[in-house]
C-alpha cells in the first residue's frame, strides 16, 4: 500500500498470536529473543545494541544463511545492518522504531518506522506491524514475505512462552 499524501510506502502485516500481550510486548522488548524471532526466513540476527526505552537506541545485524545474487545483504555481501531508536513504548500495546539500513545503496536510504500494535483477544493477541517509509529498494514482494515470515517466528516463540 501507498499512502497518496506523500507518495511513500507503507507495508502492513498482521497475525493472530496466541499468547497474552504481556508476553508478546515482552519479547519485542528483549534483546536475547528479538534476535531469535526477528530473522526472517533464511537469516540470523546478532543485536550489537539495544535499550528499549522512549530515544533508545538499537544496532542489529541480520546475516543470510546462503548469500546470491536475489539475497545479496545490504550493508555487505550477506549482512543488512539496521540501527535506529525507540520512538515509543505502550507497555503490553505498542512499540514504535525508527529504522535505517546501513548501507552506500541510495536505494536502501532514509528512515523507516515500524509500529507493532497489539491487541489483546480473548484467544490470544492481534499483532499488526506497519512499516512507513519504506525504502524503494525493498521490494514489496520480499518484504510482504519476510514480515510475514517474522511474524510467524514471533507466533512461534511467544506461543511457547505464553
Known amino acids: 500500500m501507498t499512502d497518496a499524501s506523500d507518495g511513500r510506502r ?9 499468547a497474552p500481550p504481556s508476553v508478546i510486548y515482552a519479547a519485542l522488548i528483549d534483546p536475547v529473543a ?24 538499537f544496532r542489529m545485524e541480520l546475516i543470510y544463511d ?10 555487505s555481501e550477506d549482512t543488512d545492518i539496521v540501527s535506529g531508536r525507540f520512538v515509543a513504548l505502550e507497555q ?7 529504522t535505517e539500513f546501513q548501507s552506500d545503496d541510495p536505494a536502501v536510504a532514509g ?9 489483546p483477544l480473548a484467544d490470544g493477541t492481534h499483532v499488526r506491524v506497519t512499516c512507513e517509509n519504506v ?3 525493498i521490494s514489496k514482494e520480499d518484504h510482504d514475505a519476510g514480515l510475514r515470515s ?10 511457547q512462552a505464553g
Not at 507503507?10 to 496466541?18: P, S, T, Y
Request: charged share 30%; with cysteine; glycine share 10%.
Open 111 to 119: 528512515t523507516m518506522r515500524i509500529t507493532w500494535a497489539l491487541e
Open 92 to 98: 503490553d500495546r505498542c512499540v514504535v522504531q525508527e
Open 135 to 137: 525504502p524503494e529498494g
Open 66 to 75: 546462503a548469500p546470491d545474487d536475489r539475497t545479496q545483504g545490504k550493508s
Open 34 to 57: 528479538v534476535a531469535v524471532w526477528l530473522p526472517p526466513e533464511g537469516m540470523k540476527g546478532q543485536v550489537r545494541t539495544f535499550e528499549p526505552h522512549v530515544g533508545g537506541l
Open 10 to 18: 507503507i507495508d502492513r502485516a498482521e497475525r493472530l498470536i496466541k
Open 150 to 159: 517474522t511474524l510467524a517466528k514471533l507466533a512461534g516463540f511467544t506461543e
